[in-house]
């Protein structure tokens, strides 16, 4: 069965102290992997679209990789305005996208 | 303007109730989804829908009924609501299997 795990569940820093998030898949076959941030209250918000292995996509701060089993989010001096969840999904080449349980990230001041 | 709406953004009602979600998206994508989000926060998918065909059901009971009157509307009918129902739901859209976007959600909440 297809799976997408997330880790770790929450993930608690001070500003500026890099970190990664981890997302592993186990699927039948990867189309993509995606990287969404939800904030309180709101909708998921793309972030990142990844491929295939060694491809990496960045923006501002974050920095996300792929290999053929894993993806991280690399997030760099964070500041508390990255504090949300980050949402790992993966579609398999149908119209399903399988979420993760997602990271809360806390950025402390 | 807003990419994806849904109204209402909260719902309360009484269990056997039943009710209707609204979604729109003017972003002219084919493809639209209805999630539900539950007090864990786990997204899962329930409704794909292509170009107003219906691709994935996943394993929803026959009360939920979407409806799909063109491309940009796909909406969500729920009946004999019961308390397990009460959860997030998000309506989503994109182009082919690309970046979906999502909308503001619909806090359901059964008494």
């Known amino acids: 069965e297809d799976q997408v795990t997330q880790s770790p569940e929450a993930l608690r820093l001070q500003e500026g102290e890099s970190s990664s998030l981890n997302c592993s898949y186990t699927v039948s076959g990867l189309r993509g992997l995606f990287w969404y941030r939800q904030d309180p209250g709101k909708g998921p918000e793309f972030l990142f679209t990844l491929y295939s292995a060694g491809e990496e996509k960045e923006k501002e701060r974050l920095k996300a990789t792929l290999t053929k089993k894993e993806s991280f989010l690399h997030i760099t001096a964070p500041k508390p305005e990255d504090s949300a969840t980050y949402l790992c999904a993966v579609n398999t080449g149908g119209f399903k996208t399988i979420f993760g349980a997602g990271t809360r990230l806390f950025v402390k001041a | 303007d807003t990419a994806v709406s849904q109204t209402p953004k909260y719902l309360v009602t009484q269990m056997g109730n039943d009710k209707s979600i609204k979604c729109e998206q003017n972003l002219g994508h084919d493809t639209m989804y209805w999630y539900k989000q539950d007090s864990k926060k786990f997204l899962k998918i329930m409704f794909s829908?292509?170009?107003?065909?219906?691709?994935i059901n996943e394993t929803v009971p026959n009360r939920f009924s979407p409806k799909s009157p063109d491309k940009a509307h796909l909406n969500l009918h729920i009946n004999s609501l019961e308390l397990g129902d009460s959860a997030v739901y998000f309506c989503a859209s994109s182009q082919d299997l690309d970046k979906q976007f999502f909308g503001p959600g619909t806090r359901l909440t059964v008494l």
């Open positions: 829908y292509n170009n107003k065909e219906l691709i």
